[in-house]
C-alpha cells in the first residue's frame, strides 16, 4: 500500500498502471499517475472549510475561487458524494469528514483510489451509503482498492478478493462463491477464529464502580462542552463490559479519568473496594490496572526504544523491572524474552525497537506486558484495531482467559462483532452519556448501529422483524 | 537470532560513531576551504595544530578547559534527554559562581568543611535559578528556552549590581579590579601537579564522579527511566503513571544543579574569586559539547576533550600568522554538521532496522515446513 502510493520503494517487482510500467518515488508520482490514497485517519484541517480543504495543495489545478467550487460541485454531483464545500470542517461528522477525503482524491485527478480501513470508524448506515458511493465511483469507471479486515464488507463491495497474509500473496478469489468463513482461513491460514466466549464467568463481586463521572471542557470559543456526562456502571468481576459508540463520543475521556490521566469535575472511580478517584495514575496501576491503549503509539510504547525497555514502560516500580530505585535489567530482559516467548511477539530479539515491529506483533507485546502483573482490571481501547487476524484471534483468547481467572475488562471497541462477541454486557455511549444497554447474546450490529447515533436508547431489545 | 541481535548492536555503535567522526572531517574541510579563501595555506595550519595541541602544557590545559565544558555537557544533556532545553546553563552557572564565591569568601570555617559548603551553595543557586523556569513551565506553560534566555540577562544585571564596591564585591589591586572577597587559601580544592607541563586542577575527579553519576541513574535507576520515558514520548509516560509536570521541574533543577559546579573548576582551582574576568559564555559552549556527545557521558567528555584542543590550538595560529578567528569557524561547523549528521544517520539506521526485522521474520515464515519436520 505505502509502494503504491510512492511512500516506499519496493526492492523489487514492478507496478503496472494503465498497461504502463511505473516506477513512483514520492507520493506526488503516484498522484500524476492518477492514483489517489484516502488514510485510514483523516488529513483535514479543522479550521479550515471543505473547499479549502480540498485545494489545500492543489491550488494550481484549479485556483482556490470560483472555478475550483465549480469543480467540487461537479465531483460531487457526479459521483452522489452530496458535498458541501463552505461548510467548516469541524462541523461535519465523519461520515461527512470521509467523503472529503474521497473528493479531494478525485479533485486530483486520481482515476485509481486507494482506501485503507475506511469502515473502521463508521456505524452500518454509514458503510452501506459509503459502498453506495463507492459503486457509483465503479459504474464511472474507476478502480477502487478497498483495504479492510471485516470480511462481509470486503465480499458485499468488492469484485475481486486479494488475500494478503504477512507480506504475501495468499490468493484471489471472486466474493461470489465465497462464504466469509473460507475467506478468513485463507487470511489466518486456518481455523477460524471467533469472538465468542464461552460460558459466562461473571461474578457479583464488583471490581470496578464508576459513580456520577463528569467532565466539561471550555473549547476555544468559551462554550462548554460536556464530554462526560454522569457516568455511572459497575464491572464485577470475570466480566467484560463492552462500549460501543461511534469514537469521540467519550470513550478515550472516560478510559482517561479512569486511568487517571485526566481529572474528573465529579464522580468517583472505585476498584476492587477502595476509592481511587484521587490516585495518581502510577498508583492506579499498580493497584491492578491493566491498560491496552486505543492509540499504541501514542500511549502504549516508545518506538524508539529497544522492546525490553517497552516492557519496563508503566510498570517501572514494579518486579521483575525494578528493586527498590535501581532498574533490574537483566530480569526485565529475562522476561520480556519470556513476554515474547508465551504471546507469540514475532521479533528477531529484544533489542530491537519497538517501531521496527508490525501492529499486531506490538500489539501482542502490549497485552503480554499488562497481563504480566496479574491485573484486576483490563482496560482494552480497541485492542485489535489494525491487527492481523491472527493476532487478533490471539489478543481475544488473553482476553478471554483472563475473563475466566477473574479479571474484569472494560472493552472499548470500533467493531461491533468483537464487542458482541466478546462482552457480558454491553453499554453504548453517545454525547458523552451511556444512553442504551443491550444483550450481546441477542442484539445484531444493526440495533446497535442506530442507538450509536442516537437514533435509540434505553434498554435494547432485539426484534425479529428488525433482523 | 542471537547473531542478528548482535549484528544490529554493532551496527547501531557504527552508526553512532559515524555520525560524529563525518561531522568533523567535513568541518575540516570547510575550516581548510576558508583558509584557503583568506590566501593561506591550510596544511602548515593543521600540522602546527597536531604538534602544538599534543604537547604536554597542552594538555595539561586541555584537561582543565575540559573539565569545565564536561560539567557544561553534562548540565545540557540532562535537559536534553527530557526533551527540555534549557539554554539556561551559561547565567544558571555564573550566579552560582557568583554566590559560591561570597560565600567562600566569607566563610572561616577550615578547608574540609568550607569546601562542601561552597560547592553545595553553588549547586543550590544553579538549581533555583533554573527552577524557576521549571515551575513557570509546568504551572504557566512558559517555553523553557524563553524563560532560561531571559533569566541568563538577569543573571548578568544581578551579578553586575552585586558586584560593586560596598555591595557584594571589593576593589583588588590597587583599584583596577572588582571582585568577591578571595577564597582563603584553605578553601583551595587540590591540584595534581605535572611539573613542567603545568598544574591540573583536582576539580577533574569531581567532572568524571559527575559523569559516572550522570550514567548511573539515568541508565540504571527507576527514575532515570521515568526522565527518559518522558524525554521520548510525553503521552506514552503519562500513560505509564509518569507525573510529566513535575518531571519537568526536576529534571530542570537537576540541569541547574550541575550547572552550579560549572564555576568551580575555576573558583577553587584557579581564580578563588570572582571578578569581572570570570569565564562566560560557557553554557552555549555545553549545548554544543552535549549535540557533539550525543547526551552520551563519554561522548560528551571526547567533545569537551575536543573543544579544549581547538581551543588550545587555535590560538597559537595567531602566533603563526593565521586568523585565530578560524575556531569559531572550526566549532561552528562541527556543530551545525553534527545536527545534520545525527539526524540523517538516526533515520538511516531505524529504516536499516526495520527492513532487517521484516526480512528475519520473512525468512522465518518462509521455512515453516523445516520447522515441522523437527517438531
Redesign the interface.
Known sequence: MKILYGMQQPDEGTITVGGEQVVFHNPGDAIARGIGMVHQHFMLADNLTVLENVVLGAEKLHGIGGKARARIKEISDAYGLNVRPDVLTEELGVADRQRVEILKVLYRGARTLILDEPTAVLVPQEVDALFDNLRELKAEGLTVIFISHKLGEVLSVADEITVIR??TTVGTVEPRGTTPKQLAELMVGSELPTPETQESTVTDVPMLELKGLHLAQTDLDGVERIILDQIGLTIHKGEVLGIAGVEGNGQSELVEAI?G?RQPDAGSVTLDGTDISRV??????EAGIG?I?EDRH????????PLW?NR??????EKPN?RG???D?KAARTDTERIVEAYDV????????A???SGGNQQKLIVGREMSHDPKLLIAAHPTRGVDVGAQAAIWDYIREARREGLAVLLISADLDELIGLSDTLRVMYRGRLVADADPATITPEELGSAMTGAASGHLEHTEDDA | MKKLTSRIDKERLLLGIAAPLLAIVAALVVTALVILATGKNPGPAFSDMLTYGFASDSQVYILNKATTYYLSGVAVAVGFRMNLFNIGVDGQYRIAAFFAAVLGGALTVPGWLAIPMIIICAMATGALWAGIAGVLKVTRGVSEVIATIMLNAIATAVIGYLLQPGKLGELQQGGTLVSTKPLPESSYFFTIDTGPAGVLDGFIVVAVLVGLAYWFILGRTRFGFDLRTVGQSESAASASGVSVKKMVATSMIISGAVAGLIGMPTLLNESHQYDNSFPVGIGFTGIAIALLGRNNPIGIALGALLWGFLERTTNHLEFQGYDKEILGVIEGVIVLCVVIAYEVVRRYGLKRQQQRVGAELAAQAAAPTKKQEVA
Open positions: 504477512r507480506g486511568m490521566m495518581a495514575t502510577r498508583h492506579r496501576r491498560y491503549p501514542r500511549h502504549g510504547l516508545l518506538l524508539e526504544a525497555e519496563v514502560l508503566g510498570h517501572v516500580t525494578s530505585g535501581l532498574l535489567i514475532r521479533t528477531p530479539g529484544i533489542d530491537v525497537t517501531g521496527s515491529l
